[in-house]
């Protein structure tokens, strides 16, 4: 997705991105009345956000528990955010 970058490795359970022009707080609330909960800010690890030249990520953690579909609409809200 333009705009989308992201920061953790291609095969974890956590994936850390940010939105080029966004803030992640703002993208935190737009994604929160969706129903979809993630995590945005520093993650207690300001240092790296540092070193990454980033205010902050959105953190969003996918697990056993979570189907094909619903990952499906959580990209379709995050392209439908970022238009």
């Not at 520093?42 to 540092?50: E, G, P, R, Y």
């Not at 953690?61 to 499906?72: F, M, P």
Request: hydrophobic letters at 45%; glycine letters at 12%; one cysteine or more.
């Amino acid at each position: 997705m333009p705009r989308v970058k992201i920061l953790s490795p291609r095969d974890g359970v956590l994936v850390s991105f940010v939105v080029d022009g966004m803030h992640v707080i703002d993208f935190g609330a737009m994604i929160g009345v969706r129903g979809v909960c993630v995590r945005v800010g520093n993650m207690c690890a300001s240092w790296i956000h540092k070193r990454l030249g980033v205010n902050g990520t959105i953190r969003v953690s996918v697990g056993g528990y979570n189907t094909i579909q619903e990952i499906k609409t959580l990209v379709q809200y995050i392209k439908d955010i970022i238009k």
